[in-house]
């Protein structure tokens, strides 16, 4: 039960996060911290506040915030900690698979626009829709798993 409240949150949280990001192009800080004390809540929730899972479940937000510092603008910084709130709720692994999706689906729909003329190749997109839609592809990867299973 505690899973379950705890991934409607994080929807819930991305939902916020692609909006801002959508219409503002930055997420507030405020947004932010929001996201990573419900991180620490669901962990502590379900009982998993062993360090080194805690610091495991960063590295994927440090390593888009090392992109973001050498990119010149390849990630910003609010995609890192994105990832840190993310990293919080799923855990690494799942954190991994939900970044590498959300690539794939920003890629995907960025090729779209350049074919379709809609942006330039130097243009940029804002990516925390891309993650929402990363982690509602993922939802319904595991509810089609289950179903699956039972039958």
């Known amino acids: 039960m505690i899973e379950k409240a705890a991934r409607a949150s994080l929807l819930l949280i991305f939902a916020v996060f692609a909006l801002e990001d959508h219409r503002n192009r930055k997420i507030s800080l405020a947004m932010i911290l929001t996201g990573i004390a419900a991180g620490f809540g669901s962990r502590m929730a379900g009982g998993k506040m062993d ?51 959300s690539f794939l689906i920003c890629a995907a729909f960025s090729i779209l626009l350049i074919c379709l003329r809609r ?33």
């Not at 080194?52 to 990630?75: E, K, N, Q, R």
């Open 119 to 151: 942006i330039k190749w130097q243009d940029s997109l804002p990516f925390a829709p891309f993650m929402l839609a990363g982690l509602v592809a993922l939802e319904a990867a595991k509810v089609i798993s289950y179903s699956q299973a039972g039958t």
């Open 51 to 101: 360090i080194s899972d805690i610091v495991l479940s960063l590295v994927p937000a440090a390593m888009i915030a090392l992109i973001s510092f050498a990119g010149a603008g390849a990630a910003g910084c609010a995609d890192a900690c994105m990832a840190a709130v993310t990293g919080l709720f799923l855990g690494w692994h799942q954190n991994m698979v939900l970044i590498a999706v």
